[in-house]
């Protein structure tokens, strides 16, 4: 039992996509190590939609979701910063801040994030109430081999982590859509309904590798199990 423990928390390679279902990635501690890697064959994306669960008591600034290419390490970036209590957005390495979200600590938290190439506008969602669409970045798609963690934010293409921007908490129900999602299937995705999974990335059918101490668990909602 002890090895088999030793193994999950080191290292998990699922060659075949996993249903995780009612589970969560636990990300213990901070560190410049610890993630969990992403799988997709897709490489060009003129539309992004990211949709995620998040707990963490963390009020530094810290990584939700981290898309790079070889061209640019911030291609498709959700990033949680203490400035202002802002949630940022970057595209191809241009960022945009949304405010006015109660971002609280030790809750759970659905966050969904939108894109496309043509208007170049962006939007986030927290808990289901929409921010203003801002202007992030037009005029040409996020290209390249891409390669998406969860636990550390890429400053190269597939490392350059640091550890004062790492998450510690837990992630859960990550999607990702090579279109924007409608208002409707983001409140869906909030009320857990019958919404689309993801066409790129689908936690229902999930291809990922963990590095360091990261736990695949059953996933806690204190409010519903007691």
Same mark, same amino acid.
């Given at each position: ?5 030793? $193994?999950?928390? +080191? #290292?998990? /390679?699922? %060659?075949?996509?996993?249903? +995780? ?9 901070? #560190?410049?190590? %610890? ?15 990211? /949709? ?11 990584? $939700? ?7 640019? %390490?911030?291609?498709?970036? =959700? @990033? ?6 802002? =949630? ?32 170049? $506008? *962006?939007?986030?969602?927290?808990? *289901? ?15 390249? &081999?891409?390669? =998406? #963690?969860? *636990? ?7 490392? *350059? @982590? ?18 924007? !999602?409608?208002? /409707?299937? =983001? ?9 689309? &999974?993801?066409?790129? $990335? ?12 990261? !736990?695949?668990?059953?996933?806690? @909602?204190?409010?519903?199990? /007691?």
């Amino acid at each position: 039992m002890k090895f088999f423990v030793l $193994l999950v928390v +080191l #290292t998990v /390679c699922t %060659a075949t996509p996993q249903d +995780l279902s009612g589970k969560m990635f636990t990300f213990p501690q901070e #560190t410049n190590t %610890a993630h969990v890697k992403l799988n997709t064959s897709m490489e060009d994306f003129g539309a992004v939609s990211v /949709c995620l669960r998040s707990f963490t008591d963390l009020s530094r600034n810290h990584i $939700l979701f981290s898309l790079a290419t070889p061209s640019s %390490a911030n291609d498709f970036l =959700i @990033f949680k910063s203490s400035k202002d209590n802002q =949630i940022e957005m970057y595209v191809k390495n241009t960022n945009a801040g949304f405010r006015g979200q109660e971002y609280k600590l030790n809750t759970w938290h659905s966050v969904c994030s939108t894109w496309e190439a043509t208007s170049g $506008l *962006g939007q986030l969602w927290l808990d *289901g109430k929409p921010t203003s669409r801002k202007f992030i970045k037009s005029g040409s798609n996020i290209r390249g &081999p891409t390669i =998406i #963690t969860l *636990g550390q934010e890429q400053d190269s293409h597939g490392g *350059g @982590f640091d550890a004062q921007q790492s998450f510690v908490g837990m992630i859960s129900d990550v999607h990702m859509w090579d279109y924007v !999602l409608s208002p /409707c299937e =983001i409140q869906r995705f909030l009320d857990e309904l019958n919404f689309t &999974p993801g066409n790129v $990335l689908n936690w229902r059918a999930l291809q990922f590798q963990t590095e360091g101490r990261v !736990l695949l668990e059953n996933k806690h @909602f204190v409010e519903n199990n /007691c």
